[in-house]
Structures are given as structure tokens and as C-alpha cells.
């Protein structure tokens, strides 16, 4: 499994520069990891969610999206060409 990717913008220069997590392999995504990866406002993946429309979650209160889940959602409505 590759390693997992994201963009702090927490870091000394706050320009969002993409970092690796340091080879733990993370399959859990935030809310705002996961809005990001699918090209979503958090907002959408909120209402998304609410709908029971996309693979999730729960933890207690945090609201999770498993990597592999969403790669699954992503192949099942991607739609194809007609040839």
C-alpha cells in the first residue's frame, strides 16, 4: 500500500506542501482529507454523509472515510465513454 499523502498547513510556512505521514500508511481519512481527495466542499461531504450517499465512519464523534472505501465509490460511479 503506498504511503498516504496530505498538505499541512500548520507548518512553519503554511503553504499547504504535501508531506508524507511517515510510512504508517494511514487508510483513514478526516473529514476535510477526504472533502479534498474528492474534490468536494466539506460541506457536501457533510450532506453526503447525512444522505448515507458515501462510505463512512463513525468513531465516537469523528467522522472517518476508509481510502479504500472511497477508491471503491470512485470505480462504481465513474461513468464510462460511449464508444
Known sequence: MPVMEKRVKDGPD???SIVSNGGIGRRLL????????LGLSVDT????VQLRAIPHVKAGRALRFDLAALNRYIDEHTIGTID
Do not use: I, M, R, T
Not at 461531504?45 to 453526503?48: A, M, R, S
Open 14 to 16: 503554511k503553504s499547504g
Open 30 to 37: 478526516n473529514v476535510e482529507e477526504a472533502a479534498q481527495y
Open 45 to 48: 461531504l457533510h450532506k453526503w
